[in-house]
């Protein structure tokens, strides 16, 4: 399999669930396929940058179904060099440096991509940020954006999520000293063995750290929609007016980030 390669592909997946093609026009102005989320697929897994640098078994991410399946090549790049990269740059894709528009899963997917195969992934994923931001309402949609963030690494305090290795791949260096110290040393009593090998029992293992901005995103979409919906059954304004309102009036609650602290 070394010599023939391994096949890479990017699943694609639409956080918005359709939304963002039905609702785009009127919330921003312009049109927008989806709210896209990648993840590399290669040696039988599913890479991607979600509270930290996530693998799980190809096909048993928490997204669901890709949208779509881009082809991105072949690798030769062995499977423990690739995860001793990954090892190198987790601690550039943590909670902490998250960052909706500039260093999200589609900035990881695209440098992975490009260490393995040598191709970054297709532009329109990547030119998503700037597709939102040139829109009418993306310069009023910017201060929410950082106070979501700003809030969420400063109150939530998220934890780091370092990538770990498959067993097959982790190699450790041989200690034969501290290995002929430790068989000199006298077996401690039962009592203190029991307790140190609870005390030594490993946790189970967490589940895959959640997009760090998800929940969030998720609560400010449930309030735009029920103001859009209240504002419509008025029966006052157009759909474009009514959808400009709402978005502005969850805004103007959210500006400071106190109520987002208080959620």
């Known amino acids: 399999m070394a010599e023939e390669g391994y096949k890479v592909t990017l699943n694609v997946y639409d956080l918005s669930n359709g939304l963002a093609r039905q609702l785009s026009t009127s919330f921003l102005g312009k049109p927008i396929e989806a709210i896209w989320h990648t993840g590399v697929v290669v040696y039988g ?34 499977r423990e060099v690739f995860e001793d990269y990954l090892r190198d740059i987790a601690p550039r894709f943590t909670a902490e440096t998250y960052r909706l528009l500039t260093h999200n899963c589609n900035n990881f997917s695209n440098e992975v991509a490009q260490f393995l195969v040598g191709a970054g992934i297709p532009e ?3 030119n ?83 997009d760090p901005l998800g929940s969030a995103r998720g609560k400010v979409q449930e309030e735009v929609m ?6 419509m059954a ?6 474009s007016e009514a959808a400009a309102l709402a978005m502005r009036r969850v805004m103007e609650r959210h500006g400071d980030g106190a109520t987002m602290q208080q959620g």
């Open 124 to 126: 329109y994923i990547l």
């Open 226 to 231: 029920r103001e859009f919906a209240a504002i």
């Open 128 to 210: 998503l940020p700037s597709e939102v931001m040139s829109s009418p309402m993306g310069p009023l949609i910017m201060p929410m954006i950082q106070n979501l963030e700003s809030t969420l690494r400063n109150n939530a305090a998220p934890q780091a999520t370092q990538f770990v290795p498959t067993p097959a791949s982790v190699s450790v260096p041989s200690a034969p000293d501290k290995a002929a110290v430790k068989r000199e040393e006298p077996a401690p009593p039962p009592a203190a063995a029991e307790a140190s090998k609870e005390a030594a029992a490993p946790a189970s293992a967490p589940a895959p750290a959640a």
């Open 45 to 78: 897994n599913e890479y991607f940058f979600g509270g930290g640098i996530q693998s799980t078994p190809a096909g048993s991410t928490p997204y669901g179904r890709p949208m779509r399946v881009v082809e991105l090549g072949v690798t030769h790049v062995p």
């Open 234 to 239: 008025s029966g006052t304004l157009r759909a």
